[in-house]
């Protein structure tokens, strides 16, 4: 037990410094510092929101469209910008392996964190911005949307577990990237809600987790004003046998990696 | 001790493989001074990263029951893009240890000034050098990895090294690995010569010198 503790007080230790690291090397230390990383997740769900109110009017099927829209493009912008920051990400870190403490999976672990501390702040910061301009409703159930994110940023990690790993393994994956993250938008349940779709289209797009993650979130959001489609059990089990492959994935490249 | 059980180590090439290590048995107690000795590309480099866990072996395995520097060299260790200090913070955090003490030693050891406020790839190989030795002193480890980094010093930086190394820490465990004859012969105390994948530990360094002048 000893070991376990130590290990884990090391293990704490290391992420606290890679993060610190990272937010250095990508954002310095001028201006705003670290806060530039809730900067653009925030710009694009406010700017894409105000486009959307023009388009579509202020309501759409009973909720708000700047609410609607805020609550889909947080969510999925944590989405693209966690799996494009995990593609290569073993290459780019290459000379901390020289220290042994360091482990492949704080690096993934690390550039996840960052991610998903910025887009909740964002997150935060718009909501209690838009509900005091009136646009955003009081969340129904703060407790859903917690969860509902939650389940939504355990999907992504382990999505990043997966892509880091073999995006080592092979580099034509990289090429690829842009348009799975792009023809990934319908499935990531960021542009309807369920009770929208026809029974069978539901059907479909329940077999996704982010889904299942994003009717909670809005339903914490909106409560009455949806009818909310989700399962506790299905996406929290896909996500945690993907992360266990990407965990596999993640020694069995560590193995063979050569360190310049 | 460190112990290395019939290590192999072998990297993609062409549609076969490169066996650059095949089948290393040895090990290395506290306090003792061992020379690698080989021709470019006899898988010394190699060895030192598979001892520090840098890579890891093919097959085979390394059991470390003390504490095992990072090998020291001109590449890995440190990030470019950061400066001297951010390097030394780093360190220090992930080690542990403190930094005030880190800091101070490093500007003490290194006599790099101004240049610590610099990115650590606007450094020559000497400056560098200067930094992964400062660092890696910083942090009391039971045995140091040296992969020919010590050649690069000036004469000054030979002395601090030297006293340093084997005056003040004469007590720890070191590897070297080096083509310099009177390095190996000055500072070890036991030489393996690597050839052809293998390796063969003389208990005599003059010995093994022989041997490598032969190759």
């Given at each position: 037990m000893a070991s376990l503790a130590q290990g884990w007080r090391i293990q704490t230790r290391v992420i606290g410094a890679l993060m610190i690291r990272e937010l250095t090397t990508r954002f310095?230390?001028?201006?705003i510092g670290f806060l530039w990383m809730m900067v653009e997740p925030l710009l694009f769900a406010v700017l894409v929101g105000i486009l959307w109110t023009f388009m579509?009017?202020?309501?759409?099927h009973g909720v708000s469209v700047m609410a609607f829209c805020v609550s889909g493009y947080i969510p999925l912008v944590l989405f693209r910008g966690s799996v494009s920051r995990s593609v290569g990400l073993f290459q780019a870190n290459m000379?901390?392996?020289?220290?042994?403490?360091?482990?492949?999976m704080d690096f993934v672990l690390v550039r996840f964190l960052i991610e998903w501390i910025g887009h909740m702040m964002a997150y935060f910061f718009i909501m209690i911005l838009l509900i005091a301009l009136g646009?955003?409703?009081?969340?129904?159930?703060l407790g859903f949307l917690l969860l509902g994110w939650l389940y939504y940023s355990f999907f992504t990690l382990s999505v990043c577990f997966i892509l880091a790993p073999a995006s080592e393994m092979s580099e034509i994956l990289e090429k690829f990237m842009p348009v799975t993250t792009y023809l990934m938008i319908p499935f990531s349940g960021t542009f309807y809600?369920?009770?929208?779709?026809?029974a069978e289209a539901r059907h479909v797009v329940l077999y996704f987790p982010p889904v299942h993650a994003m009717e909670m979130m809005r339903y914490g959001i909106f409560g009455h004003h949806m009818t909310p489609h989700f399962d506790y059990f299905y996406p929290l089990a896909v996500s945690a046998v993907m992360l266990a492959f990407g965990l596999l994935l993640c020694r069995r490249v560590r193995r063979h990696l050569v360190v310049e | 001790m460190i112990h290395c059980h019939d290590l192999h180590k072998s990297y993609p090439m062409g549609r076969g493989r490169k066996h650059v290590l095949n089948g290393l048995n040895f090990h290395i107690s506290p306090g003792e001074r061992v020379g690698f000795l080989g021709r470019n590309g006899a898988g010394k480099t190699t060895l030192i990263k598979l001892i520090g866990g840098v890579e890891m072996p093919t097959s085979g395995k390394v059991r470390r029951d003390m504490t095992v520097s990072w090998p020291l060299g001109f590449?890995?260790?440190?990030?470019?893009?950061?400066?001297g200090y951010d390097n030394a913070r780093f360190i220090a955090r992930i080690y542990g240890s403190e930094y005030a003490e880190l800091r101070e030693f490093v500007e003490d050891f290194t006599e790099l000034g101004r240049q610590?406020?610099?990115?650590?790839?606007?450094?020559s190989s000497g400056m560098k050098a200067r930094l992964a030795f400062a660092l890696s002193l910083a942090i009391e480890f039971d045995c140091y990895l040296i992969d020919e980094?010590?050649?690069?010093?000036?004469h000054n930086f030979r002395e601090k090294c030297h006293y340093e190394l084997?005056?003040?820490?004469?007590d720890r465990a070191l590897i070297l690995a080096s083509h310099s004859a009177s390095l190996v012969r000055e500072y070890c105390g036991r030489a393996m010569v690597l050839e052809g994948g293998q390796g063969t530990m003389f208990s005599d360094v003059n010995q093994a010198l022989d041997v490598y002048n032969t190759l």
């Open positions: 310095g230390r001028e201006n579509n009017g202020p309501t759409k000379s901390l392996m020289y220290h042994r403490q360091i482990k492949i646009v955003f409703p009081v969340p129904y159930r809600m369920a009770s929208w779709l026809t | 590449g890995g260790g440190f990030q470019g893009s950061l400066t610590l406020k610099m990115p650590v790839k606007t450094y980094v010590i050649m690069v010093g000036d084997f005056e003040k820490r004469s």
